[in-house]
């Protein structure tokens, strides 16, 4: 076990675009966009120097309580194998020492159903807390869709399609809407369209500075910004992360004007037999909430990524190893306060304006 260290760079890269667990969110790229945490690698290596399984690190300095250390959708390994698990703990021991921290969170790309998953890192001292349903309670959403495009062609895919997302499809190519890749200048436009949607489904939206520094750092090689258009004007949005194998629907965003187009299901379409002609075994829809209820405010947007034929997919959730049980505890408490307090002053203004 060792951390990772600038010659070993692009060895890092060609392993996590190579293995089958490969995630962008365990790439330096994206740890580069996520300015406000220092990053470290641990690496597993085997007998001849060669890596064999990662966990891409974030620590971050917590007011009072000292520094978190924070891992999205890792390890990137054989998780079944324990001796790399066991390098990987060794290694997370080693930078909890030395950077003072409380506690490492994983929230794993692991499905809750595997036993044997859970077996080994309780026996190497992980927690588990893998109860929350809605997107507030973690930072990764734990329920997401996933379309399985691995040795299927772009016209069985279509045909797999739920008969209403196949004629939106084609509704929206009928009534004109045309799908162009944008530039970081278009960020600006998808930008606007976010505010909007925002707005319209009570989310809150990072800066402008945020996508173009994603830019900077994923594009061209492994972000995407894709634009519809009516009548030459901007209506809607996506943004799509490739990595390895794999492309992520990130972000998106559709004006409250020509929704009647339906140009969300164009920019997915398009996305998709981009994701086929690449190569790529997997399109992640990303996040859902897991109370499936039409009554439900985000049933909307379960139902609009079901209808691609995805698999509903329910992750572990949160993986943790507490290093000061006490502080960590003590974290978790004046956690959840602020976000009670955070909601209460959300929908205390929102009464104010009506």
Same mark, same amino acid.
């Given at each position: ?8 760079? !692009? ?7 190579? %293995?089958? #667990? ?10 580069? =966009? ?9 690496? /597993?290596?085997?007998?001849?120097? $060669?890596?064999?399984? /990662?966990?891409?690190v974030w620590i971050r300095k917590m007011p009072i ?10 390890? &990137? ?25 409380? =506690?490492? #969170? ?17 026996? +190497? ?18 329920? =997401?869709?996933?379309? %399985? ?18 004629? %939106? ?32 489904? %009570? ?21 995407? =910004?894709?634009?519809? +258009? ?24 559709? /004006? ?8 969300? +299901? ?6 998709? $037999? ?10 992640? *829809?990303?996040? &859902? ?5 039409? /009554? ?6 379960? #139902? ?7 698999? *509903? ?21 004046? !956690?959840?306060?602020? #976000? ?7 929908n205390l203004k929102k009464g104010k304006e009506k």
């Amino acid at each position: 076990m060792r951390l990772l260290e600038e010659k070993d760079k !692009e060895e890092y890269k060609k392993f996590l675009e190579e %293995n089958p #667990r490969c995630n962008f969110q365990q790439s330096l790229e994206w740890g580069n =966009v996520k300015t406000s945490w220092k990053k470290e690698v641990i690496l /597993s290596e085997d007998k001849n120097g $060669k890596i064999r399984g /990662s966990l891409c690190v974030w620590i971050r300095k917590m007011p009072i309580f000292g520094n978190i250390m924070y891992s999205a959708r890792g390890p &990137v390994c054989d998780i079944y194998d324990e001796e790399v698990i066991k390098d990987i703990v060794e290694g997370a021991k080693l930078l909890a020492n030395k950077y003072k921290a409380f =506690v490492l #969170r994983i929230e794993p790309d692991i499905l809750k159903s595997d036993e044997k998953f859970r077996d080994i890192i309780l026996k +190497y001292g992980f927690k588990i807390k893998d109860d929350s349903k809605d997107f507030k309670d973690e930072i990764q959403p734990r329920f =997401v869709f996933r379309l %399985n495009l691995k040795d299927k062609t772009e016209d069985k895919i279509f045909e797999e399609l739920h008969q209403k997302t196949r004629y %939106n499809i084609r509704l929206a190519t009928k009534k004109g809407v045309e799908i162009k890749e944008g530039t970081r200048e278009d960020l600006k436009d998808f930008h606007k369209i976010m505010i909007e949607t925002g707005e319209r489904d %009570n989310f809150i939206i990072r800066p402008l500075e945020y996508f173009e520094k994603m830019y900077d750092e994923m594009a061209p090689d492994h972000m995407k =910004v894709l634009m519809a +258009y009516h009548d030459g004007q901007p209506i809607a949005g996506i943004i799509p992360i490739m990595y390895g194998k794999k492309t992520w629907y990130l972000y998106g965003a559709s /004006s409250n004007s020509h929704r009647n187009l339906m140009p969300n +299901y164009l920019l997915q379409w398009t996305m998709i $037999k981009e994701a086929i002609a690449n190569g790529c075994d997997m399109y992640d *829809f990303r996040g &859902v909430s897991g109370v499936v209820d039409e /009554s439900h405010p985000q049933y909307g947007l379960y #139902r609009f990524k079901k209808g691609f034929n995805a698999d *509903f997919t329910e992750f572990i959730g949160e993986i943790y190893l507490p290093f000061k049980p006490l502080v960590y505890k003590m974290y978790k408490f004046a !956690e959840k306060t602020f #976000r009670t307090l955070r909601t209460l002053k959300k929908n205390l203004k929102k009464g104010k304006e009506k």
